[in-house]
Structure formats: C-alpha cells, structure tokens
C-alpha cells in the first residue's frame, strides 16, 4: 500500500483498497501504523464527485518523514543526492576523481561526499538511513559487491561493507543503469508499466528491465546487459571478450576509435569526431550511422524478447542524437517483430544528478525487502 502511495498517491482508502485488493477495514487497519509513525498524512476531505456522500480524506505520503542519500560512481567523478521519501532531490553536490581510481581513494571521497550532503541540513544528518551507491558493470546487489567495472577498473570489490562501515548507512550497491530504471519505473515514465524498459547510450550501452512490476536482475544479477548483445561477428572485440558487441560499435570510445582509425587522425576527441561528422565528413557520418544501427537493433531485440509498454532512451549519447537517431529508429522498425513496434521510444535527456537520485531510490527499495 505505501509503494502504491509513494510511485501514485495521493489515493482514497476507497480507491487503495480497490487497487491493492483489501478489504476497506484491511486498508484502514494497515495505514494506522504508517499514519502514527508519520510516514503518511490525511489531506482536508473531498467529494469524489458532485453530490456524492461523505466525503473522504485522501491518504498521502509525508515526503520528509526520511531522507536518502544516493552516489553515482562514474569514470572521472562522483555524483550525489539527498533525496524525500518520493524521491524528490533536496540537495546535490560532487567530487572530481583524482588520479588514484582504487577502491580505497574513491571510497575515501564518497564518505566525504556523503558527510558534506548530510550536512546541508540537520534533518538529512537525523532522519537518513539508507544510501544507495550506483556504478557500472557487473554488480552483485545481494552480496553488496562490485564484481567487475571497467569505468574504475575494479574487480571483486566488497563496496556496501567498506561504506557501511565508513558512513554508519544501510547501503545498497546496483549496477548504475539498474538504478536509474528503477527510479524511472517508480517515479518517472515508468509509472504504473508492469512491463518497462530503459536504455542508456554514451560512455557505455545498458539497459535495465521491467518484468510483472518488478526490476529484474536474472540468476546471475546481469539480465539487460543489451550492450553485450553481439549482432556482427566481424565486428570490433568488446573489452568484455566477444566480438561484435553493440557497446563495441555504438559506445562513445568505440565511435571515436572506428572515426580515428578511418581518417588516420589519431588527435581527435571525441567533440571533434561529432564535428566531423555534423560537416558531413565521409568517413565520420557513416560511422555514427552504424552506431545507430547498433542501438536500434538491440533496443529491437529487447523489446521482441520482454514486450514491454514503453522503453525509455536517456544517457549522455542523446547530445550526438541528431547524427543516428533515424538511423535507430530505422532499425527497430526493422528487426521488431509485428505488434512489438508500436512499442514507443521515448527520449529523455537526464543529468548526471539523476543519476544520484536513481542510487538514492535503492534507499527507497529497500524499504519494501
């Protein structure tokens, strides 16, 4: 009943019990604790319609009866947020990574961040449980372990214990695009999906899953890694091992290599490859093309496989998406099988502090074990 409330309230106990299944008196009798210990309130009464009885008095969530703090680990900085109990941001802040990318140096700046977010505001220091901590790769959530991230380049890091012991926190670690999914599922265009989708194009290609209302992980805590699809066996070698991946085509390092290697100019950034491109350079242009057709194809693949209502786009590649984006859509139509297309794409451009909110959501998850 509070995770209803939370991802779509306020509601009527009427209308709770309808949707959840109770009886009225059940629902009644399951918000007094949550009502007593303030995490909801009673809005003033209304009518549920004109000339309608007694009127009722909506349930609604108390969004600062606790706080959460969330980190987002990326390749050169962290990323943080305190966020309400309906995830709405209440304070940010960051730090730069210095050359020392280990376990221990970045461990030591995210406690900084977290004191210097908790002390923005008594009552983030008095009422925060839980942080969330979200990074790339291969993540054991249950286990509270990094198992591999090639973004710091660690492997086998137990990263909720050494926090936990660091901050004092319940910590929850996930894979960072995992995170983000469910942030979006609960609070964003995702609401109410029982099927849903996200997918994340720049420095990586990732996607999270929807299933029956519910993020998925798999068996082995890696389900979604649509970046790892590999769709061209004589494609370039991935840094995961196979061939052909489309993180291997389609990720921002992968678009600035195969544009070096095409026009001999080993100087280029990554700006300048787009500039290249957007002049209408011959080599450039047809590089970010196959980029598309990489992501298109593998969005496609994930949608004929889960099925879901809506997948949504994000991730810092939506910059450059004027230079592949009908070439993405090009290839889903193309490789969707039948009804899966009508399928919609929604973009949605997300800075790095939502990210921040999409680790401190796992706070708000945890709440529901």
Same mark, same amino acid.
């Given at each position: 009943?509070?995770?209803?409330?939370?991802?779509?309230?306020?509601?009527?106990?009427?209308?709770?019990?309808?949707?959840?299944?109770?009886?009225?008196? #059940?629902?009644?009798? $399951?918000?007094?604790?949550? %009502?007593? *210990?303030?995490? !909801?309130?009673?809005? @003033?009464?209304? /009518?549920?319609?004109?000339?309608?009885?007694?009127?009722?008095?909506?349930?609604?969530?108390?969004?600062?009866?606790?706080?959460?703090?969330?980190?987002?680990?990326?390749?050169?900085?962290?990323?943080?947020?305190?966020?309400?109990?309906?995830?709405?941001?209440?304070?940010?802040?960051?730090?730069?990574?210095?050359?020392?990318?280990?376990? #221990?140096?970045?461990? $030591?700046?995210?406690?900084? %961040?977290? *004191?210097?977010? !908790?002390?923005?505001? @008594?009552?983030? /220091?008095?009422?925060?449980?839980?942080?969330?901590?979200?990074?790339?790769?291969?993540?054991?959530?249950?286990?509270?372990?990094?198992?591999?991230?090639?973004?710091?380049?660690?492997?086998?890091?137990?990263?909720?214990?050494?926090?936990?012991r660091a901050t004092g926190l319940s910590v929850v670690v996930e894979n960072d695009v995992k995170a983000l999914t469910a942030a979006e599922h609960w609070f964003g265009e995702g609401i109410g999906a029982e099927y849903f989708a996200l997918v994340t194009i720049g420095a990586g290609i990732g996607s999270g899953l929807v299933v029956n209302g519910r993020l998925i992980a798999g068996a082995y805590g890696v389900a979604g890694e649509m970046g790892h699809i590999a769709i061209d066996p004589a494609g370039?070698?991935?840094?995961?091992?196979?061939?052909?991946?489309?993180?291997?085509?389609?990720?921002?390092?992968?678009?600035?290599?195969?544009?070096?290697?095409?026009?001999?100019?080993?100087?280029?950034?990554?700006?300048?490859?787009?500039?290249?491109?957007?002049?209408?350079?011959?080599?450039?242009?047809?590089?970010?093309?196959?980029?598309?057709?990489?992501?298109?194809?593998?969005?496609?693949?994930?949608?004929?496989?889960?099925?879901?209502?809506?997948?949504?786009?994000?991730?810092?590649?939506?910059?450059?998406?004027?230079?592949?984006?009908?070439?993405?859509?090009?290839?889903?139509?193309?490789?969707?099988?039948?009804?899966?297309?009508?399928?919609?794409?929604?973009?949605?451009?997300?800075?790095?502090?939502?990210?921040?909110?999409?680790?401190?959501?796992?706070?708000?998850?945890?709440?529901?074990?």
């Amino acid at each position: 009943m509070l995770a209803l409330l939370l991802a779509e309230g306020p509601l009527s106990r009427v209308e709770l019990a309808r949707r959840t299944g109770l009886s009225s008196t #059940a629902v009644t009798k $399951a918000a007094r604790p949550l %009502l007593d *210990d303030g995490y !909801l309130h009673e809005l @003033p009464p209304e /009518r549920t319609a004109p000339g309608a009885g007694r009127p009722v008095n909506p349930l609604a969530v108390t969004a600062d009866r606790e706080f959460f703090a969330g980190v987002k680990i990326s390749a050169d900085a962290l990323y943080g947020a305190v966020c309400d109990l309906r995830a709405g941001m209440r304070a940010t802040a960051g730090r730069p990574l210095g050359d020392d990318r280990g376990p #221990a140096a970045v461990g $030591a700046l995210l406690h900084e %961040l977290v *004191d210097e977010l !908790l002390d923005k505001r @008594p009552e983030f /220091r008095d009422r925060t449980r839980h942080l969330g901590i979200a990074v790339s790769g291969d993540v054991d959530r249950t286990a509270g372990r990094v198992r591999y991230s090639v973004l710091p380049g660690w492997r086998d890091v137990p990263l909720a214990e050494t926090t936990a012991r660091a901050t004092g926190l319940s910590v929850v670690v996930e894979n960072d695009v995992k995170a983000l999914t469910a942030a979006e599922h609960w609070f964003g265009e995702g609401i109410g999906a029982e099927y849903f989708a996200l997918v994340t194009i720049g420095a990586g290609i990732g996607s999270g899953l929807v299933v029956n209302g519910r993020l998925i992980a798999g068996a082995y805590g890696v389900a979604g890694e649509m970046g790892h699809i590999a769709i061209d066996p004589a494609g370039p070698r991935c840094h995961c091992g196979q061939v052909g991946c489309v993180e291997a085509i389609a990720s921002t390092g992968a678009v600035l290599a195969a544009v070096r290697t095409g026009t001999g100019r080993q100087d280029l950034d990554f700006d300048a490859a787009v500039r290249l491109a957007r002049e209408g350079d011959p080599v450039a242009r047809p590089v970010f093309a196959r980029a598309g057709r990489a992501i298109g194809t593998g969005i496609a693949i994930l949608v004929n496989l889960l099925g879901p209502e809506r997948v949504v786009v994000t991730g810092e590649g939506l910059e450059t998406y004027d230079l592949f984006g009908e070439h993405i859509k090009d290839a889903y139509a193309a490789h969707c099988f039948k009804a899966a297309a009508r399928c919609p794409l929604t973009l949605r451009p997300l800075p790095w502090e939502e990210w921040a909110r999409g680790a401190a959501v796992l706070g708000i998850e945890a709440l529901f074990p």
